[in-house]
């Protein structure tokens, strides 16, 4: 009877180890992005995009696009994601509260936040700001709004703040003057509609800063992670893919990223949370 026993605890355990990997093999990974431009927008980069993860990697990935700064909050507050593409603000913030970690980051860039006026406007200096209303995307968006709060207070220049939801809600605000100036990062703003961008003018750009982030969630098993990590850095090798990485406005491609990266950010002392 010992033996029995022994015979189908052994048989249990074999069922399992065979069951676990082919349970990875067909799980759908989900993968978001922080909403800097429109849901479809989005979807439409991102689809093609996954598609081919998905091919490279032997797993699938999908992607869910949120509609706007707060629902895509709280899905990484929860840790939905299973991987996410996060500005270096939402990434300090959720590798600390929903332990999620970098893999990879666009290759030779930084970020740069910076101060859009429509081009007819007298604006010419960033003085001339104060007791302006002025466009952002969203409080905690780190290039497009933070940096460029960090100098208003540090000037002293007063501005009444109007949020957007995105990027191109912003430029757009900014092109059909509802509000004289705006928040941005010279990604999106090369990446906006050339009927926003012809009516656009760069007032002032940041410092530069490690840029974005591509995220796993440390519950995703490292060999799945390694593969999609392996599937980005290969991306700037194979000319076929090239234009999946240009329409997002990353040049390079992308390269494999540490939590450290981001150590510029931190020095900042920003209180992200309470922005």
């Known amino acids: 009877m010992v033996r029995y026993n022994r015979k ?24 978001g992005a922080i909403p800097q431009q429109s ?13 081919y993860i998905s091919k490279k990697t032997g797993h699938k990935f999908v992607f869910r696009a ?23 603000a939402h990434y300090i913030i959720y590798h600390n509260i929903s ?12 970020i740069r936040g910076i101060i ?11 003085a001339d700001l104060h007791n302006q209303r002025m466009g952002f995307p969203a409080k905690t968006a780190f290039a497009a709004t933070m940096l460029p709060k960090v100098l208003l207070k540090n000037r002293r220049i007063h501005v ?16 059909r003057q509802i509000y004289p100036v705006g928040g ?15 009516h656009l003018r760069i007032l002032w750009t940041s410092k530069a800063y490690t840029p974005h982030a591509v995220a796993a969630h440390q519950r995703v098993p490292p060999n799945v992670v390694s593969k999609f990590r392996q599937a980005l850095l290969d991306m700037a090798r194979d000319p076929q893919t ?19 990266d981001w150590d510029d950010v931190r020095a900042l002392g920003i209180n992200l949370l309470s922005n």
């Open 8 to 31: 189908i605890c052994l048989l249990g355990l074999s069922v399992m180890l065979i069951l676990v990997p082919l349970s990875y093999a067909e799980r759908v990974w989900v993968v």
């Open 39 to 51: 849901a479809g927008k989005l979807i439409k980069l991102w689809k093609p995009f996954l598609a």
């Open 66 to 88: 949120t509609k706007n700064f707060t629902a895509f909050e709280q899905k990484c507050a929860l840790a939905e994601y299973d991987f996410v593409y996060l500005s270096p």
């Open 99 to 110: 332990r999620y970690n970098a893999i990879a980051k666009a290759k030779n860039k930084k």
């Open 116 to 126: 859009v006026v429509h081009k007819s406007s007298q604006i010419k200096k960033v």
């Open 160 to 175: 009444t703040s109007v949020y957007s939801k995105t990027h191109d809600n912003v430029y757009y605000g900014v092109a």
């Open 184 to 198: 941005g990062i010279i990604r999106t703003f090369n990446a906006t509609s050339n009927e926003n961008r012809k």
């Open 242 to 260: 090239r234009k999946l990485y240009l329409a997002m406005k990353i040049k390079y491609g992308f390269e494999a990223a540490t939590d450290s």
